[in-house]
């Protein structure tokens, strides 16, 4: 079980930017995939991004060229960067993470055993 803690969510304008911390709290193995998803209440969950401990990364579609993804491997903690936001970004964001699977499985459309609470992002027009 992986303990994880999301902030950085808020309001914001339009085109502006945010970034989301997502620390864990320990990790058994050396290997692990951490990512970000969204959900607008309503709707299916949607998976943003991914990343492996070894630094590569996933996006989807939707976020490609506009969302970062990041990590801090010595604090157990992972970044979204999110920039030109637009209206239709305001969600509830999760981050996960799953030590299982190697860097080939580690992407945003696949399932994940630990979840962190959320925080929101409201972007406004």
């Known amino acids: 079980q992986v303990d994880l803690m999301e902030s950085g969510g808020g309001s914001v304008q339009s085109g502006g930017s945010l970034r989301l911390t997502c620390v864990a709290s320990?990790?058994?193995?050396?290997?692990?995939?951490m990512a970000w998803f969204r959900q607008v209440p309503g709707k299916e969950r949607e998976g943003l991004a991914a990343?492996?401990?070894?630094?590569?990364?996933n996006y989807a579609d939707s976020v490609k060229g506009r969302f970062t993804i990041s990590q801090d491997n010595a604090k157990n903690t992972v970044y979204l960067q999110m920039d030109n936001l637009k209206s239709e970004d305001t969600a509830i964001y999760y981050c996960a993470a799953d030590e299982q699977g190697g860097s080939y499985f580690c992407h945003p459309w696949r399932d994940f055993e630990n979840w962190g609470q959320g925080t929101q992002v409201t972007v406004s027009s």
């Open positions: 320990e990790f058994k193995f050396r290997g692990h995939c």
């Open positions: 990343i492996y401990t070894d630094g590569s990364a």
